[in-house]
């Protein structure tokens, strides 16, 4: 396979799941001292993304064989749940670049395997360019590659939403052949005819430069391409380890609402008159709120790692039935997690009172990081599928995306 251009300097090897920890909290609390200015200015995360790179997390999935920590959901969760502590839009950035590690995983041939496991450890990363804008759903795939005579393929779509192509080495894009069949082509950040276009201008999540990726004739070598459609004709955890992702982050954002709340609460609110203390922290109406809080944090945070496990557990036995179990407690997780996540950010104004509105005190962040990640997908087609399990035993469909 052709050698793409340099990454930089080689990343840090990371050994083992404690390293990993160690190193996702201290990049949380490198990437947490200006998040707030990052956000208000947005100022994408050039070198914050470099850090990440260089620090190995990125090839912590890459398999034992392959030179990697071979780390599991667990960990993994637990490595973005610390990243979105510290700035949720830079850990959504990795997040499709573990989501695509993972189809290699499945249905890579070794040779690819060998090639693009490697670039994880290099510190390369992976974007993505996945979603399309004006389709009639979300998987109804317009991108097309078409076989060319030599055996490798022409590249041609317009996709949206793509977290981490602007900042990527390699591009893996959704599309489909001829025959409709879903496949996965690697492409170079740099290759001709491929364009990333810097428009995302969400409310929130400001920094993930989740913008477009335009393809015009690109040339993708055979070796480059992966038959995605083949990971759905059998169980597969594609989708639980992706919306597992999608929850960890989630989990970050409620827990540093609530810290700020918290800190905001100790230091700078009063309290209110008829409660007949000196500081707003004694007041037994705002301690009981934190509490309730509390509960619901704890409770968002057992149902990841709950999930998390599941999908280890189906991983080490893929069967329907707990490849089921694992799409099943990501759903639950991640329904839960979604709204404590935007109540978190709401709470925040209510627990602090008047004075954390100000627009200079950057609070509100926290709530638009919220409601616009929370929207990537319905919470309610998740607790539908649960409901269908529970009332009828119906296992949960294999579309990836659950």
């Not at 670039?119 to 076989?147: C, M, P, W, Y």
């Amino acid at each position: 396979m052709t050698t793409p251009p340099p990454a930089g300097d080689a990343a840090h090897r990371i050994a083992d799941a404690s390293e990993a920890l160690a190193a996702a909290a201290a990049l949380a609390e490198d990437f947490r001292a200006e998040a707030a200015e990052r956000d208000a200015e947005r100022r994408l995360p050039g070198p914050e993304l470099e850090r990440l790179s260089a620090s190995g997390l990125l090839g912590i999935t890459v398999p034992a064989e392959h030179g990697g920590a071979g780390a599991g959901a667990r960990t993994l969760s637990e490595v973005m749940r610390l990243l979105a502590t510290g700035d949720p839009s830079i850990a959504q950035i990795p997040q499709s670049h573990f989501v695509y590690l993972n189809v290699l995983r499945r249905q890579g041939t070794p040779e690819q395997q060998r090639f693009f496991y490697a670039e994880a450890l290099a510190g390369r990363r992976f974007g993505n360019a996945q979603s399309e804008a004006g389709t009639k759903h979300v998987q109804d795939i317009r991108t097309r590659l078409t076989l060319r005579p030599d055996g490798s393929y022409r590249l041609d779509g317009l996709k949206h939403y793509a977290t981490g192509a602007l900042f990527a080495h390699w591009i893996p894009v959704l599309a489909r052949l001829a025959d409709d069949t879903l496949h996965v082509a690697y492409v170079p950040r740099d290759a001709p005819g491929l364009t990333v276009v810097d428009d995302w201008d969400g409310m929130g999540q400001r920094t993930t430069a989740s913008g477009s990726v335009r393809l015009e004739a690109v040339a993708v070598p055979a070796d480059r391409v992966v038959p995605h459609h083949l990971t759905f004709r059998g169980p597969q955890l594609h989708g639980a380890l992706a919306q597992l992702l999608h929850t960890a982050i989630d989990v970050g954002i409620a827990e540093t609402a609530r810290s700020e709340a918290v800190d905001f609460v100790r230091t700078k609110s009063r309290p209110w008159f008829e409660s007949g203390y000196e500081t707003a922290a004694e007041d037994p109406l705002l301690i009981q709120q934190f509490g309730e809080q509390d509960v619901q944090l704890r409770a968002a945070l057992a149902l990841l790692r709950t999930a998390a496990d599941a999908v280890d557990a189906a991983s080490a036995d893929l069967t329907d039935t707990t490849a089921a179990e694992a799409s099943l407690a990501v759903a639950a997780a991640k329904a839960y997690a979604a709204r404590v996540a935007v109540d978190a950010g709401s709470a925040l104004f209510e627990l602090g009172g008047t004075r954390s509105a100000l627009d200079s005190l950057r609070l509100h962040r926290h709530w638009r990081d919220a409601r616009t990640h929370t929207l990537h997908d319905p919470a309610r087609w998740k607790v539908q599928h649960l409901g269908r399990h529970v009332l009828n035993g119906t296992l949960p469909p294999r579309h990836g995306l659950l």
